[in-house]
């Protein structure tokens, strides 16, 4: 009676041990982070400020500076047009935020509604940091949309997650006005 008891302890044991060395200190595959707290930081002032720096896409509507999206004009084109395509993010930070989650949702449902649609999701940085930090930075936000918009009903074969860093500014300047305008993710039809 002891050995299959054994045997079971020994192989629960080997599975986490296993599991356990999977861990990594570096946080790039973590699961999809979405900020559920009231925001008011510097990323939510900057995005109503400067939208049409960053293509004019954002809207105007409240103090966010996000577009309301009327859902049941979904497979409209002129809708899908006029859908926000842009989300910010605090410094140092690819958590999507809880006052983007529209801008998200809306886009998923706008590429789950046609598969034959594609999208790029490019992200960017601030110009703090060194370039390789950024270059990854940006990607990590990419990946943070992507994969929150294939949790909405999103194909991953719908979507591109590029990385531009710092490379491609939405706003020039040396302040946080300008960082914030700077900290997102584009979502661009292909």
């Keep these: 009676m002891k050995t299959p008891s054994l045997t079971l302890y020994a192989g629960l044991t ?4 296993v599991l356990g060395g999977c861990a990594s200190g570096t946080k790039l595959d973590t699961p999809v982070p979405v900020e559920t707290r009231g925001t008011g930081g510097a990323g939510a002032g900057g995005a109503g400020s400067g939208s049409a720096g960053a293509g004019g896409s954002a809207g105007s509507a409240g103090q966010s500076g996000v577009a309301s999206v009327d859902l049941n004009k979904s497979g409209n084109n002129a809708a899908n047009a006029n859908l926000p395509r842009i989300v910010y993010f605090d410094y140092d930070s690819f958590v999507v935020k809880d006052e983007f989650r529209n801008v998200v949702d809306a886009n998923a449902r706008m590429l789950a509604a046609d598969r034959t649609r594609r999208m790029s999701l490019e992200g ?3 110009e703090r940091g060194g370039r390789e930090y950024n270059l ?3 990607q990590k936000r990419a990946e943070a949309v ?3 918009m294939t949790l909405l009903g999103a194909a991953e074969n719908q ?3 590029v990385s531009f860093g710092m490379e491609r500014p939405a706003a020039t300047g040396h302040d946080e006005a300008a960082w914030a ?3 997102r993710v584009e979502l661009n039809a292909k």
Aim: charged share 20%; hydrophobic share 60%.
């Design 14 to 17: 080997a599975l986490a041990l």
């Design 124 to 126: 960017h940085t601030d």
């Design 136 to 138: 990854a930075l940006g």
């Design 146 to 148: 992507a994969r929150a």
């Design 159 to 161: 979507l591109e997650a």
């Design 181 to 183: 305008m700077n900290r």
